[in-house]
């Protein structure tokens, strides 16, 4: 039986292609002349989906004779700001999990022998995508960018764009119906226009060879019928300009030596690295550093690395709701930079582009993570295609980004042969789509070996490159000093990240350490955990639970969670809470120690 879901499991993966969108198209990169359609967008909240049927995407405004009453006007009806979730801009809206549809109306100026394609930088959940009243495609997957080409379907002068956004959660989806975030609806990144010659510079990977410092390694893919006979590689300020001739399939593949400063935390440098085919040309900013395992060392640029990390979920500080813009991750890694990090795990889906290259920017590591939460349908193939392309658009969008060293392909999943199988499938995908970054999962199943004692003994740790830990001691369980006679142990010779520890407790809420909810109860599990975890064999780093408080609609404790799990070093209003100083005396600790 189990080879039969395998075998299906395997085979269904590759057929059923689960969006109908446009292969991965970097859309947001310097260079691509975008015209941006952010902004408000008229809007219909249809709870029972109607606007299918009366096909809203038509966008009518003469009634036909016979066809009965329009019912729908996107003009007279209420905007919605994009990017932006629905939940925090309208009150209404705080629990709403349905069909919206979206209307935007642009005026177009086509220019000869140029393609132009429609590029979202996120829908949550499933998004119907049509232009002038014709579809272009579906989306699913809340965290992916995802695009549709428009050359024929544009107009010249005025065109319509609607979109359906449905956030509804199903059993069979990527996550599931249970998580302990908020499932914010709507067009939550940016929405562009990306205008580019009829052959460009579709998608490329400029890094230095797996464990060499001195070799780069990559590849560019062209796409258009006019193939141009050259493609060049050039980073001016390194003296380097290599050109290729593209294969039949527009491919081009490169190995050369090159000498150049390498990335990392104390020194993100990042080189302007210009690629262009025929009259297209791109610029993006890459960093070139090297990322191994040497036993249970993390080594970049072949020094081993204390990992000295944060989880944070993608939500907007002070304001709430999704966040997308610069401005909001750099709020949120100055915090993380204040405590002394040099890695944020972001979870627990694909964050927005603009953190990851203000990731890459400050120096900051990240960990980037699927929607693979908790349990999900491990038998349904259409689901393991869906986990594999949000893996597979995950990788597409940030694989030239040197502050991702992570590919997570989940977190607390069940122990369950048939999950065991999904699992070890995206591990597959993820080497086979990027072998140049280290797989993780994060892992919650121990096996205890006596009162004290537990081991990491998960079987997806076989397929891992390095281990995550989530453990809860001291707040699902048992008392924060029980750390400090809690002995751990893995039962493989891996790096091990505690990817998550901590316990509540609301900004101003004051009290003895013994008692739950205090801020010296939160501060006082973060000294025994740490005393603990530093004596876990095999032991590269932490990523404590978390950041800031941000909206759960597991949190119903009044006066204390009010839909916010307040697990956050920092309230969602900016305040530092007592545990803050706590990590942050154990990094300086941990970092001066390295520095030693
Ligand atoms: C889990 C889970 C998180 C959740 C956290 C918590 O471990 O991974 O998504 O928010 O625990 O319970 O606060």
Sequence with gaps: MRQWIAFLLFFSGLACAHSSSSPPLLGNIPGRKTTSLDGAWHVIIDPYETGLHARFYENATSETPGAGPIEYNFEASETL??????????????????????????????????????????????ARVYLNGKPLGEHEGGFTPFNFEVTSTLAEGENFLVVEVNNARRADAVPAL?????NYGGLTRDVLL??????????YSVQLATGAQGEIAGWVQVDGSTRPQTVTVEIPVAGIRKTFSPDAGGRVEFHFPAKLDLWSPENPKLYDVVISCGADTVHDSIGFRTIEVKGTQIVINGKPTFLRGISMHEEAPERGGRAYSTQDAQTLFDWAKELGCNLVRLTHYPHNENEVRLADRLGLLLW????VYWNIAWQNPATLANAESQLRDMIARDHNRAAVIFWSLSNETPLDPDRLIFLQKLAEDARQLDSTRLITSAMNHVTEAGPNKRILDDPLGESLDVLGLNEYLGWYGGHPEDADRRQW??????????????GEAPYGKHG??????TEEYQANLYVHQLAMIRKIPGFAGVCPWVLMDFHSPRRLLPGIQDYYNRKGLVSNTGQHKLAF?????????????ASK
Aim: glycine share 4%; charged share 30%; proline share 6%.
């Design 81 to 126: 700001n994009v990017p932006g979730d629905w939940n925090t801009q309208k009150e209404k809206l705080f629990f709403y999990e349905g069909p919206v549809w979206y209307e935007r109306r642009f005026s177009y100026k086509r220019h000869e022998n140029r393609r132009v394609f429609v590029y979202f930088g996120a829908a949550n959940y499933f």
């Design 178 to 182: 249970n998580t302990d975030w908020w």
């Design 194 to 203: 990306v205008e580019v010659p009829e052959a460009f510079v579709r998608d």
């Design 368 to 371: 980037s993570e699927i929607p």
């Design 489 to 502: 142990e893995s039962k493989y010779a891996k790096p091990l990240i505690v990817s998550e520890f901590g």
């Design 512 to 517: 003895d350490a013994s008692v739950p909810w």
């Design 581 to 593: 100083n706590v990590l942050q005396k154990f990094y300086r600790e941990m970092k001066d120690s």
